[in-house]
Nanobody
Framework: QVQLVESGGGLVQPGGSLRLSCAAS????????MGWYRQAPGKQRELVGT???????TYADSVKGRFTISRDNGKSTVYLQMNSLNAQDTAVYYC?????????WGQGTQVTVSS
């Protein structure tokens, strides 16, 4: 059974930082490209960034320079380091695993940026 489990969300003040984790099981993690997405209330799910099997990253313009994606294939985990958070970053954050035509999603973790 494939599982992607996000963790690390919570309430943080503007300007603060959080690190999200997404632990995968049931897949050969190293074969998968991984992505982070987010969905704010009343908005469509949007791409935050991706990391390839080889570790190449891409980011949405809205998070570039503030967010960093990394992966640890030994732990089957992908991370999203989020710095300089602001209210517009408030959303449910999801991770996704991609390999060829196969996709898996996590259940999401809430991030709320508020004073």
């Amino acid at each position: 059974q494939v599982q992607l489990v996000e963790s690390g969300g919570g309430l943080v003040q503007p300007g603060g930082s959080l690190r999200l984790s997404c632990a995968a099981s049931g897949i050969t993690f190293s074969l998968y490209a991984m992505g982070w997405y987010r969905q704010a209330p009343g908005k469509q799910r949007e791409l935050v960034g991706t990391i390839t099997r080889g570790g190449t990253t891409t980011y949405a313009d809205s998070v570039k320079g503030r967010f960093t994606i990394s992966r640890d294939n030994g732990k089957s985990t992908v991370y999203l380091q989020m710095n300089s958070l602001n209210a517009q970053d408030t959303a449910v954050y999801y991770c996704k695993a991609d390999f060829l035509s196969t996709q898996y999603w996590g259940q999401g973790t809430q991030v709320t940026v508020s004073s």
